[in-house]
């Protein structure tokens, strides 16, 4: 039974350029959510949603940051016009959904720009 | 929302047992209380997780007194890979933050 699976593991964008990181959720799991760690510090949630539902991006900052979960594929993390604050590591987590609080987290998105 | 507060770092030696203890004042009736371990350049690995009282896996044991205003996180016999970052969440499954966590290091 195959894990959360995120690609690309590492990513490097220049300043202005786009990244996309995708997340494919466990089997049977239909709650994806998305956290930012910085060096050093804890996990920063962003965003949760269900297939084609944002339910919850209070984390989000407000520009730039889009996030998706089509009915078919993998969840997206979408950055537009990246800076080098950017900088971090992306993790997706799933879950079940039906009232199980467990997230089952991937190995993560570390995007560098330049 | 509940928050949660967590000693930022601990010392311990191999074989002993260590015990992170984690307040959250305000959980709330529904919230369950979730333990990760997170290695360097890996995402959490869920560890445990508990409603009240004592619950125990292959791997720890969760202990939650009754007013559920705080949980303690035991780790019989560490061993030097048992070194990371111990994250105590609690909320529902749509509402858990991360908090900082707290930074075991476990020497020889």
Redesign the interface.
């Known amino acids: 039974n195959a894990g959360?699976m995120q690609n690309p593991r590492h990513l490097v964008r220049r300043r202005g350029q786009e990244a996309r990181l995708r997340c494919s959720p466990m089997k049977g799991h239909s709650?994806v959510y998305w956290?930012r760690q910085l060096p050093e510090?804890?996990?920063?949630?962003m965003v949760?949603l269900q297939k084609e539902n944002i339910?919850?991006e209070s984390g989000m900052p407000k520009e730039r940051f889009s996030a998706e979960f089509p009915k078919e594929g993998p969840s997206i993390l979408r950055i537009q016009q990246v800076v080098r604050g950017d900088s971090a590591?992306y993790?997706c987590?799933s879950?079940p959904?039906n009232?199980?609080?467990?997230?089952?987290?991937?190995?993560?998105t570390?995007l560098l720009v330049l | 929302l509940a928050k949660t507060t967590q000693p930022i770092s601990m010392d311990s030696y191999e074989g002993q047992e260590v015990n992170i203890t984690c307040s959250h004042n305000n959980i709330a009736t529904n919230d369950?209380i979730?333990w990760?371990q997170q290695f360097p350049?890996?995402?959490?690995?869920?560890i445990i997780?508990g409603y009240k009282t004592k619950v125990t896996n292959e791997v720890a044991s969760l202990f939650i007194p009754a007013d559920r205003k705080s949980s303690t996180l035991s780790l019989p016999r560490v061993s030097l890979s048992d070194t990371a970052?111990y994250?105590c969440l609690v909320?529902?499954?749509?509402?858990?933050?991360?908090?900082?966590?707290t930074r075991l290091t476990v020497k020889p």
Do not use: C, W
């Open positions: 959360v709650h956290y510090e804890g996990l920063k949630f949760y339910i919850d590591a993790f987590a879950s959904g009232n199980q609080e467990t997230q089952y987290f991937g190995p993560g570390r | 369950y979730t990760y350049s890996q995402g959490p690995r869920f997780q970052v994250y909320g529902v499954f749509n509402d858990m933050r991360f908090g900082a966590g």
